[in-house]
């Protein structure tokens, strides 16, 4: 049974128009052309399974998948929620991700220890209804994992060699630039043995 023949998650609007609780809020909107294209990319699916699952299995895909693997800044913080959720055994369906969320700011904000304002809390609650009722099929939850892993790792090559680059032209000394090969290379190695269990058949079940 797909996620797609499950009733859609309903969000009632938000009337509070309060511009600067929306202005400070660093994870901006992304341009509407665009959050449409990454529905169906790997990262949003992934999400969008894990909030149709018990929290048995969304801890198991908690556990392999780091939330550095997480690029988009909404995702990623809809993925720390969701972490927080499973960790206290409950599961990650959309209304208790979100109830988490009133207390809990994303790590990329400004600063993460305040809690979310009410428009961030919106718009929350919005991308939430997005990745819910656009999940095509949980089943592809592994196959997901595994992409958005194998895209991590390829960020993460391209991250640090720009660094790299950068420390080299700005004149780093020898110690410092080993310092950070050394360090690319422990941050490789853990993302291509993440990325080879997921590989693997049947990891995903708990």
């Known amino acids: 049974m797909t996620a797609a023949h499950r009733a859609p998650l309903h969000v009632v609007p938000d009337n509070d128009t309060d511009r600067a609780a929306a202005e400070d809020f660093e994870l901006s909107a992304e341009p509407s052309g665009e959050t449409i294209a990454a529905r ?3 990262e949003n699916q992934l999400l ?3 909030l149709w699952m018990p929290y048995t299995r969304a801890r198991t895909f908690c556990d392999l998948i780091p939330d550095i693997a997480i690029w988009r800044p909404m995702n990623r913080w809809v993925y720390e929620i969701i972490r927080r959720v499973t960790d206290a055994r409950r599961d990650p369906d959309p209304v208790t991700v979100l109830a988490y969320g009133r207390q809990h700011a994303a790590t990329q904000s400004l600063d993460p220890t305040r809690p979310p304002t009410a428009g961030q809390h919106h718009r929350l609650a919005l991308h939430l209804a997005d990745l819910y009722t656009h999940t095509v099929s949980a089943a592809a939850a592994a196959n997901h994992a595994r992409d958005v892993l194998d895209e991590a790792y390829r960020r993460a090559v391209r991250e640090h060699g720009i660094r790299m680059q950068q420390m080299a032209d700005s004149g780093a000394d020898r110690a410092d630039l080993t310092t950070h090969i050394s360090t690319a290379r422990d941050d490789l190695a853990e993302l291509w043995r993440r990325a080879e269990a997921a590989a693997q058949p049947g ?4």
Request: no cysteine; glycine share 10%; net charge negative.
């Open 40 to 42: 169906w990319e790997p």
């Open 203 to 206: 990891w995903d079940q708990p």
């Open 48 to 50: 969008g399974a894990l």
